[in-house]
T-cell receptor
Framework: GAVVSQHPSWVICKSGTSVKIECRSLDFQATTMFWYRQFPKQSLMLMATSNEGSKATYEQGVEKDKFLINHASLTLSTLTVTSAHPEDSSFYIC????????????FGPGTRLTVL | QKEVEQDPGPLSVPEGAIVSLNCTYSNSAFQYFMWYRQYSRKGPELLMYTYSSGNKEDGRFTAQVDKSSKYISLFIRDSQPSDSATYLCAMSGGTTDSWGKLQFGAGTQVVVTP
């Protein structure tokens, strides 16, 4: 159990376009999902906390107008990178917290974004 | 100073040896401690989850938490080449105010050689 999926697994786009990444909890409900980005050989950097039915909470330094997060249901959160630029190229990973758990998070397989 | 310190390695061990990993932290409020394994270009996979101090064993994996020393460890017995990965420690305060935010270590790259 506790499977989290992400789609797409990789995407290449042109500079200036927008890209949407989906994160789904397949076999459990997640009131809270988290979005991270990870640069090569570095640890995960939390971008934002996504709460079902309310606005996301962004970490300091993360532009909320650039990284749009929507958590419309207990099993789906989306991250949209708007007007992507090459510096947005990274590995984006989501995680979901079990609704009845405390801090156990289960991670998706990640999405590799390359902006040309 | 980072809240969670972890040696990035790489840590190279021969097959069958015990892998010993550890993290130190500075925030005494942390109560939940986790170890994740991450293969290259994949998402982290939860290995061990421990609440407060103590030991926990699961198969070849043993996690230890010493809150008095602010020190956590992960031991992997009878290591296999398939254990080669980056191991991340993570911890949180467990309060609703923190929304379960995890603080990660930098990750230790482990290489198990046949």
């Amino acid at each position: 159990g506790a499977v989290v999926s992400q789609h797409p697994s990789w995407v290449i786009c042109k500079s200036g376009t927008s890209v949407k990444i989906e994160c789904r909890s397949l076999d459990f409900q997640a009131t809270t999902m988290f979005w991270y980005r990870q640069f090569p050989k570095q640890s995960l950097m939390l971008m934002a906390t996504s709460n079902e039915g309310s606005k996301a909470t962004y970490e300091q330094g993360v532009e909320k107008d650039k990284f749009l997060i929507n958590h419309a249901s207990l099993t789906l959160s989306t991250l949209t990178v708007t007007s992507a630029h090459p510096e947005d190229s990274s590995f984006y990973i989501c995680s979901a917290r079990l609704a009845q758990s405390t801090d156990t998070q289960y991670f998706g397989p990640g999405t590799r974004l390359t902006v040309l | 100073q980072k809240e969670v310190e972890q040696d990035p390695g790489p840590l190279s061990v021969p097959e069958g040896a015990i892998v010993s990993l550890n993290c130190t932290y500075s925030n005494s409020a942390f109560q939940y401690f986790m170890w994740y394994r991450q293969y290259s270009r994949k998402g982290p996979e939860l290995l061990m989850y421990t609440y407060s101090s103590g030991n926990k064993e699961d198969g070849r994996f043993t996690a230890q938490v010493d809150k008095s020393s602010k020190y956590i460890s992960l031991f992997i017995r009878d290591s296999q080449p398939s254990d080669s990965a980056t191991y991340l420690c993570a911890m949180s305060g467990g309060t609703t105010d923190s929304w379960g935010k995890l603080q990660f270590g930098a990750g230790t790259q482990v290489v198990v050689t046949p």
